[in-house]
T-cell receptor, first 112, second 114 residues
Framework: DQQVKQNSPSLSVQEGRISILNCDYT??????FLWYKKYPAEGPTFLIS?????DKNEDGRFTVFLNKSAKHLSLHIVPSQPGDSAVYFC???????????FGTGTSLTVIP | EADIYQTPRYLVIGTGKKITLECSQT?????MYWYQQDPGMELHLIHY???????EKGDLSSESTVSRIRTEHFPLTLESARPSHTSQYLC?????????????FGSGTQLSVL
């Protein structure tokens, strides 16, 4: 049973607007979350992380929000750029040293 | 920029062949991983290692094997490739003892078995 879910397989956004990618998880023991970006035929690259002691983390155009009670996190990209077009994966981990569980990804297309 | 390398990038082989996918990292990370990923699917953990002479199987059943004789090197071997092994294979490494652990991925090997 999948513990990390990304229910939107794809998302299209106009350049300059906000992209919001969502991720839900089922295991309340998850305490650390990551977002990765992946281009076709490439490996994922790290974008941003958040610990369960926080509800928001920002890095430039990227902000991750965590709602522990809803077991939900989201990645906001503002403003969206055509180079942001890629597949975005969220991942979650229970404790330090344990394995990460990945979602199925959301393919973002930013339209110029 | 992550210093983790995978070779080959692309591989097309026939059924029954033995293959080894190479992965090396120069970051001195103790933990290394092999993931398998198909389009539209999550990354599935197939093997991982906490350090030299440590190897563990992940959640996804795999007919592959791994070895960890040196910290920097974590090759994956398929003794007899089958069409069902066609997939992208991703190697990663991390400093697993950190609360703020990040996985660093290689560029992947796209394997096609005919």
């Amino acid at each position: 049973d999948q513990q990390v879910k990304q229910n939107s397989p794809s998302l299209s956004v106009q350049e300059g607007r906000i992209s919001i990618l969502n991720c839900d998880y089922t295991n309340s023991m998850f305490d650390y979350f990551l977002w990765y970006k992946k281009y076709p035929a490439e490996g994922p690259t790290f974008l941003i992380s958040i610990s369960s002691i926080k509800d928001k983390n920002e890095d430039g155009r990227f902000t991750v929000f965590l709602n522990k009670s809803a077991k939900h996190l989201s990645l906001h990209i503002v403003p969206s750029q055509p180079g942001d077009s890629a597949v975005y994966f969220c991942a979650a981990r229970k404790d330090t040293g344990n394995q990460f569980y990945f979602g199925t990804g959301t393919s973002l297309t930013v339209i110029p | 920029e992550a210093d983790i390398y995978q070779t080959p990038r692309y591989l097309v082989i026939g059924t029954g062949k033995k293959i080894t996918l190479e992965c090396s990292q120069t970051m001195g990370h103790d933990k290394m991983y092999w993931y398998q990923q198909d389009p539209g699917m999550e990354l599935h953990l197939i093997h991982y290692s906490y350090g030299v002479n440590s190897t563990e199987k992940g959640d996804l059943s795999s007919e592959s094997t791994v070895s960890r004789i040196r910290t920097e090197h974590f090759p994956l071997t398929l003794e007899s490739a089958r069409p069902s092994h066609t997939s992208q294979y991703l190697c990663a490494s991390s400093e697993y003892h950190l609360a703020s652990e990040k996985l660093f991925f290689g560029s992947g090997t796209q394997l096609s078995v005919l």
